[in-house]
């Protein structure tokens, strides 16, 4: 398992070098774009809001296992504790921010029993008095 990892590793810091030199970013301005990625993204296939935890998981996952590739000593300059925890900090700083505001200033909806309709405010709750004309 340990051999398998490592060689993902490496093919991941080459892929990850690529990458950056395509899109001329730094390697902090990568962390902060692909962790928005990866929220959205994973929100996305798992049908949830971007403030679900399983979302932030995703992307604190993939953080480790970048970080994991950086300190094996595969990227230059990126094996080091510091240099870990600054990357870290870079790439989970906007998923937190979303995961604790959305939950705080958009709470979920409550979920609607068998027989309970859910009220929305959005909508009158009157029907038409006319057809709407083209």
């Known amino acids: 398992m340990q051999e398998i990892l490592q060689q993902l590793a490496e093919r991941w810091i080459v ?8 899109v001329g970013l730094t390697n902090d301005a990568m962390h902060i774009h692909i962790s928005l990625l990866l929220l959205l993204v994973s929100a996305i296939l798992f049908r949830r809001r971007p403030d679900s ?5 995703v992307v ?3 953080e480790l296992f970048n970080e994991y590739a950086d300190i094996r000593g595969a990227a230059q300059d990126e094996a080091t ?15 937190t921010v979303i995961l604790l505001l959305g939950r705080f200033l958009f709470p979920p909806r409550p979920k609607k029993g068998k027989n309970e309709e859910v009220v929305s405010s959005d ?4 029907p038409f008095k006319e057809s709407a004309t083209v």
């Open 81 to 95: 504790l510091d240099a870990a925890i600054h990357d870290i900090y870079n790439t989970m700083f906007w998923p």
């Open 60 to 62: 604190f996952c993939a």
């Open 123 to 126: 909508l009158p709750d009157q």
């Open 53 to 57: 935890i399983w979302c932030w998981l």
């Open 15 to 22: 892929y990850k070098i690529d990458l950056t030199n395509f």
